[in-house]
DNA sequence: TATAATGTTGCATACCAGTTGCAATAAGGA
DNA sequence: TCCTTATTGCAACTGGTATGCAACATTATA
């Protein structure tokens, strides 16, 4: 993911910590993890990569700190349109919403902010009036690399 | 699910046979199933639903029979935020495109279209010419009955 | 209408991501 | 430092979905 650089190292910890929660050197540990990821990883992805640095920590601890991240909006889930089987990826709530783009061919993910999903959000909340908490936009389809190219068959 | 009049009662049946493949006795009790359904369901009560219709229906036949009308693109999976689960929900393909607004406190799902969505989906395909094959905008929140009661705690 | 070829089904079983109960442990305030 | 309470790790479990395979049904063909 591109990390803006506006972002705070330790931000995570911070807003955890500004909510009174307890900081352990699991969740430390795990915070750094997402907050120094490249790329959207998933649950067993983000234990494998917190082993490196704590080799005890337990998978359990992995989901409840990314349930507990979720439920205070830092992170958002996103399911890239299911093309690894049911897993969920994470990545930490960005400033600005946007839009994932995952290829069927060759399963490259890209990322994509619009002033029309943001004027699209604001129609949503007057015209339904309906307050939005979070969004997920997911756009499976093919790049411009591989549709060019063949296309898989049924 | 909002059923518009355009559409044709075994409409699902007669896009797979065109396709060639075989009609059986289960594909016709589930495509019924899938078309007449007013809601939006998950596996498990199209199975229900299914097995009243022919009991002795399997499980893992609804799950091929709905891996196939995907693969058509005749159905959309949705997720409607997880908030029942893992499970998935599954829509016949609307003519046009909707979005899902899932309420976080009552549950309740609705669905809306919009012409900035479809001018969004236009700009995607141009401006990162990205061929889109299916797109899901999920927004969970709190609509308009909920949002003037109290909020749920963390 | 019978037959052959191939697609589809049902059963049992397995799988995988994620969750829960509970006792042991550790964080942070007094 | 002690005490309270949140958090952890383990093990076992759950729910949704997928798979191997033999039996069976569908469709094309004769």
Request: charged residues 30%; hydrophobic residues 30%.
């Amino acid at each position: 993911m591109p990390l803006p650089e506006t972002e705070i190292p330790g931000r995570l910890q911070a807003e955890l910590m500004s909510r009174g929660l307890r900081m352990t050197r699991q969740r430390r540990t795990i915070l750094s993890v997402v907050e120094t990821a490249k790329q959207h990883l998933d649950a067993s992805q983000l234990l494998r990569r917190a082993r490196r640095l704590d080799p005890q920590i337990d998978r359990v601890t992995v989901y409840r700190t990314l349930g507990l991240l979720k439920r205070h909006g830092l992170i958002d889930e996103l399911d890239l349109m299911h093309m690894q089987g049911e897993k969920h990826f994470y990545e930490r709530r960005p400033q600005r919403d946007h839009i994932h783009m995952a290829c069927l061919r060759c399963g490259k993910i890209t990322e994509f902010e619009s002033d029309l999903f943001d004027r699209l959000k604001g129609q949503i909340q007057r015209d339904c009036r309906f307050h939005i908490v979070v969004t997920r936009l997911e756009v499976g389809g093919y790049c411009a690399q591989c549709r060019t190219t063949d296309q898989p068959k049924d």
